[in-house]
């Protein structure tokens, strides 16, 4: 089974600073990928930053990048330079080819403050 | 480039009535999925399709939800009848893959906010 598990339910940053979210997951698999969604108010989900698990490098996207460390399945999302519009909430998400399905964790509020 | 598409965004139905959201994937997409998120909880899925067979309805509870993917294009997610823990968020997404491999980015549309009474 695949698991994927965001242990901080909520976290704070103020404007400009970097904030970190933590993620990790389980998979026996060769072959995933893994992503962050945010979802503000409106309940879309918006796709942040994906990682192909071959890939050594870390995915970077502006100001989000992430920091992919195989060997102990974790893939924390940084934030640099934080905005107000950042607010939302942030889920982890891991897809595998057997279950070809992505597996959420269960999210992590962030706040933004000035 | 068109997003995915739902509707309705909100309903609101007594219990043991019944309810169907639509949904329109984004063009060429083969992979269709149906997601539930109970407020503060992740998004669970309920139905995939490929194209329009189902690939995955193991967490779709059969006796009171159904969904059909016509045509291998729309999607219709049903609900009779509808329970009070049904209310959640239903979300639709889509990916580009049609041959069952893993890798191509999913997208979200908006989603239906269901509130049973």
């Known amino acids: 089974a695949q698991t994927v598990t965001q242990s901080q339910p909520e976290m704070s940053v103020q404007e400009a600073e970097t904030v970190t979210l933590s993620c990790t997951y389980d998979t026996s698999e060769s072959d995933y990928y893994l992503f962050w969604y945010k979802q503000p108010p409106s309940r879309q989900m918006i796709l942040v930053i994906r990682q192909e698990a071959y890939k050594q490098q870390n995915a970077t996207e502006n100001r989000f990048s992430v920091n992919f460390q195989k060997a102990a399945k974790s893939f924390s999302l940084k934030i640099s330079d934080s905005q107000l519009g950042d607010a939302a909430m942030y889920f982890c998400?891991?897809?595998?080819?057997?279950?070809?399905?992505?597996?959420f964790g269960t999210g992590t509020r962030l706040q933004v403050t000035l | 480039e068109a997003g995915v598409a739902q509707s309705p965004r909100y309903k609101i139905i007594e219990k043991r009535q019944s309810v169907a959201f639509w949904c329109n994937p984004i063009?060429?997409?083969?992979?269709l999925y149906w997601y539930q998120q109970i407020l503060g909880q992740g998004p669970k899925l309920l139905i995939q399709?490929?194209?329009?067979?189902?690939?995955?309805d193991s967490q779709l509870p059969k006796d009171r939800f159904s969904a059909e993917r016509l045509k291998g294009v729309d999607s219709t997610l049903k609900i009779q009848p509808a329970k009070l823990e049904d209310s959640a968020v239903y979300l639709c997404?889509?990916?580009?893959?049609?041959?069952?491999?893993?890798?191509?980015?999913?997208?979200f549309g908006e989603g239906s906010w269901l509130t049973v009474v």
């Open positions: 063009s060429g997409h083969a992979t």
């Open positions: 998400a891991q897809f595998t080819g057997t279950a070809s399905k992505l597996t």
């Open positions: 399709f490929q194209n329009n067979g189902v690939v995955d």
């Open positions: 997404a889509s990916s580009l893959d049609n041959q069952g491999r893993s890798g191509n980015t999913i997208y």
